[in-house]
């Protein structure tokens, strides 16, 4: 048979490109239709689940590009659930890799095993409640759910050190717990600045008032290990402390920490804060651990010279321990080299490594508890444990010859026991004056008619013996 031969087109009727849409899914008399628009809508597609509260309630009907050439997401609500969509609803997005570790191993994140595979979408509304959302409404989808809770005002805090911020991740905390999140971040210079956008939940919003403060708080990693593992796993994260409560400013400025940092912050701020005096403070250090049988209980903020330019140090203990220091407790000094001979061996005669670096202070209470201590009492930092634990009131003590008598060293024995402690020698119109403590229980020995005397070894060629 003869082949037929279509007729060639002239230029002009050349077919023309064409856009074709998908057809929209079919929906069911009832059922609510809602618009989700985004500036980026990954992986999610027709059929994608809707969540509401871990129920599914709805579908992705379509996905196409809006006017604005932004990716939008027809949604529709089964007819029972339309409710609780509401005008104030906040929307985002369920990553297709959503799954938490739970107690008891991992455990999906998500509700069904569509959104496993390719993602979803859930939905839920934070605060008041609005009225029901109508037909064709429109909301924006939020790329994670922190992002859709943190629906306040935008604000912006400038941080001299700005890395480990995320746009998106970094979550903002108050007392640890996540209250808002930052929205964008913006390097100012070629160096370490940065400025963060931030937003709020709205139950929060009133904590970024005048002089409120945004700490960004790092893990720190060093030679002596990592502090801070939560910091280390969840990324840095900015801690607020609620401001006066005055006007709302457009922007903060920031300071970045280590966690460590922090922590004594927190402990100074929160904590109880006393004086310590002496007649010469020693270098120990700010920072430096305070010890309660043997438990770091607080730390040193730091040395100082009072109104009457007497030296002063100046500690804190942290709130769960306030209730170790009484008003009759005894501080001393834990120099930073207090090793002693123990039984055959050299042993540490301090609680933890870091004191043998930094030095510290330790206390505690020598015969019958006092009443708790107040905030900025004031106590006698004592050279050593030993001085410390002779309570009694001074012994003045005058010798014709105070030769081989140390401060802090030179201990009173009563047959041959130790029973007090030299605090103070120093020569007087040709002698020398001694001021000693007995510790708890000799007070007996005050009585008149004791005798002190100085025993001094003699040391020659024959041997050793005692004199005095």
């Known amino acids: ?250 922007s903060f400025t920031g300071r970045s920490i280590s966690d460590e940092e922090w922590k004594a912050l927190q402990a100074e701020k929160q904590g109880l804060q006393l004086v310590l005096k002496s007649d010469q403070i020693p270098s120990i250090a700010k920072g430096a651990p305070v010890f309660y049988r043997g438990v770091v209980v607080g730390t040193v903020l730091g040395k100082y010279l009072d109104s009457e330019q007497n030296p002063a140090m100046r500690i804190v203990i942290k709130p769960e321990f306030r209730g170790a220091v009484s008003a009759n407790s005894r501080f001393w000094r834990v120099p930073a080299t207090a090793v002693r001979a123990g039984p055959g061996v050299l042993e540490i005669d301090i609680e933890g490594v870091e004191a043998l670096l930094k030095g510290g202070v330790a206390f505690d209470v020598f015969g019958p508890r006092g009443d708790v201590a107040n905030a900025e009492t004031e106590f006698v930092l004592f050279d050593d444990e030993q001085t410390a634990r002779a309570e009694s009131a001074p012994i003045h003590i005058r010798f014709d010859n105070g030769r081989g008598l140390v401060a802090g060293q030179s201990q009173l024995r009563y047959l041959g026991v130790p029973v007090g402690m030299v605090e103070d020698v120093r020569p007087v119109d040709g002698q020398v004056h001694v001021t000693a403590r007995l510790d708890n229980g000799y007070e007996f020995l005050r009585r008149e008619g004791s005798i002190f005397s100085v025993v001094r070894p003699n040391i020659s060629l024959r041997g050793r013996r005692l004199r005095r």
């Not at 856009?19 to 069911?28: D, V």
């Not at 604000?155 to 007392?175: N, S, Y």
């Not at 100012?188 to 709205?202: D, E, F, K, N």
């Open 1 to 250: 048979g003869a082949m037929c031969k279509r007729p060639a087109r002239k230029p002009s009727e050349a077919p023309q490109p064409k856009i074709s849409e998908a057809p929209l899914m079919p929906t069911k008399p009832g059922v609510l239709t809602i618009q989700l628009e985004g500036d980026n809508i990954p992986f999610l597609g027709r059929g994608a689940p809707v969540f509401y509260r871990g129920v599914q309630v709805g579908l992705v009907r379509n996905k196409q590009l809006n006017g604005g050439g932004n990716p939008q997401l027809s949604v529709a609500i089964d007819e029972k659930f339309r409710w609780a969509v509401r005008e104030n609803s906040r929307f985002w997005v369920l990553p297709a890799t959503a799954v938490s570790l739970g107690q008891n191993g991992f455990k999906l994140d998500i509700a069904g095993i569509n959104a496993l595979v390719e993602g979803g979408i859930a939905f839920d509304h934070f605060g008041t409640e609005a009225e029901a959302a109508g037909n064709d409404s429109r909301f924006v989808l939020s790329p994670t759910e922190a992002l859709a809770r943190a629906n306040g005002r935008a604000f912006k805090v400038t941080f001299e050190d700005g890395r480990g911020l995320l746009a998106g991740q970094t979550q903002v905390c108050l007392a640890g717990v996540p209250v808002g999140i930052v929205e964008s971040v913006e390097p100012l210079t070629s160096g370490p600045l940065a400025q963060a956008t931030i937003r709020l939940q709205p139950e929060y919003e009133a904590l970024a008032s005048s002089n409120a403060e945004f700490t960004l708080v790092k893990p720190r990693i060093s030679l002596s290990g990592v502090s801070g593992l939560d910091t280390l796993f969840s990324g840095v994260y900015i801690a607020v402390e609620s401001g006066s409560g005055g006007p709302a400013p457009e």
